[in-house]
Nanobody, 126 residues
Framework: QVQLVESGGGLVQAGGSLRLSCAAS????????MGWFRQAPGKEREFIAA????????PYADSVKGRFTISRDNIKNSVYLQMNSLKPEDTAVYYC???????????????????WGQGTQVTVSS
């Protein structure tokens, strides 16, 4: 059974930082893209960032570009999201996702991912 488990969420003041982690088990994602998405109350799930299997391609949403950094460790079968300069509008449940198929360029769309974590809450106070 494939599992993705996020951790690292919490409450932080505006301008602060958090580092989210996502540990995968049940299969290796070393040859697969992984991504981060978020969903705020009353809003649709949105793409945040993704990373190709070799870390060469890392697309970001415009809303987080320059503030968030995605990375991965294929030996640990994990993906990370470093979030700096956090804003109240970053408040959401953050989900990590894994692509079952091999792609050179990671997908930005949620339906393109086959595996999802349970989410971790990030709350940014003003």
């Amino acid at each position: 059974q494939v599992q993705l488990v996020e951790s690292g969420g919490g409450l932080v003041q505006a301008g602060g930082s958090l580092r989210l982690s996502c540990a995968a088990s049940g299969r290796s994602f070393s040859r697969n893209a992984m991504g981060w998405f978020r969903q705020a109350p009353g809003k649709e799930r949105e793409f945040i960032a993704a990373i190709s299997w070799d870390s060469r391609s890392t697309p970001y949403a415009d809303s987080v570009k320059g503030r968030f950094t995605i990375s991965r460790d294929n030996i640990k079968n994990s993906v990370y999201l470093q979030m700096n300069s956090l804003k109240p509008e970053d408040t959401a449940v953050y989900y990590c996702a894994g692509d079952r198929d091999f792609t050179v360029v990671p997908i930005r769309s949620g339906p393109g991912y086959d595996y999802w974590g349970q989410g971790t809450q990030v709350t940014v106070s003003s």
